[in-house]
């Protein structure tokens, strides 16, 4: 997860926050107030100001120095834990809320939901957020995606609900359920190449293909009227660890 420390200040900036009321529904899932919050994967904060509003004792996991750092400054009553999930040492006895913002993809598949499972307390819940970027205009959307292939075919989206049909076919948890959330977010050309240049695909590109998509979305958004909407999807998981409780 450490791709993104080169553009930790431009990912702050840039990159859109989470619905506030997320938090409630966390609370709400969970049947109150969690003893303790770990997330997996802060970055620089964008999952724990969400998580902050729930007023529980904070853990943030982030292994990348330039991402903590912004991090530790947002939030200086956080505990910052400098390493991997994988290398984290839950408490004894668990946490009551183990959190992760757009950071699940970058755990190993084949480990995540049980490593997750065991750094939970009994009944206590798992709760992954994050934010799909797709486009409020087809014609605009089809555009982009047509010159991002150009530049490299071999990129391919995950489905829209991966991460929930990952938690539900490990089976690591019950009562799965998601939420969704929904916003259309315009952008005008230097904020939406921004946002570009923060996405993962785009930092493990070479330097020259980097420039290629810069100029071809450039020239797109110039085409559009300097104007992207996109329509930012918020998908929020839970699960529950250990016991079984009604769900809502």
């Not at 530049?151 to 076919?169: G, K, L, N, S, Y």
């Not at 050309?189 to 290629?212: A, D, I, V």
Request: net charge positive.
């Amino acid at each position: 997860m450490d791709v993104f420390g080169s553009v930790a200040d431009l990912y702050q900036t840039v990159r859109p926050g989470y619905p506030p009321e997320i938090a409630d529904e966390i609370v709400a899932y969970h049947g109150g107030r969690p003893a303790s919050v770990v997330e997996i994967g802060a970055g620089t904060g964008k999952g724990t100001e969400v998580l902050a509003r729930i007023g529980a004792p904070m853990t943030c996991i982030e292994p990348d120095p330039r991402m903590a750092a912004l991090l530790a400054a947002r939030f200086p009553d956080v505990r910052i834990h400098a390493s991997t999930f994988e290398r984290w040492m839950p408490p004894a006895g668990g946490v009551g809320l183990l959190a992760c913002a757009m950071a699940w993809h970058w755990l190993a598949p084949a480990t995540r939901n049980a490593h997750a499972r065991r750094a939970l307390a009994p009944g206590g819940t798992l709760a992954i957020f994050g934010n799909r970027y797709d486009y409020a205009d087809p014609d605009q959307g089809a555009a982009i995606q047509s010159a991002l292939h150009r530049i490299d075919p071999t990129v391919r989206e995950r489905p829209a609900d991966w991460v929930h049909q990952d938690v539900v076919d490990h089976g690591r948890f019950v009562n799965v359920r998601k939420e969704v959330y929904r916003r259309d977010l315009p952008l005008d050309k230097e904020r939406y190449l921004g946002l570009l240049r923060t996405f993962g695909p785009y930092l493990s590109r070479s330097p020259e293909q980097q420039q290629r998509g810069l100029t071809a979305l450039g020239k797109l958004v110039d085409d559009f009227g300097g104007i992207v909407v996109l329509d930012l999807r918020t998908t929020l998981v839970l699960g529950r660890a250990g016991r079984r409780t009604h769900a809502r």
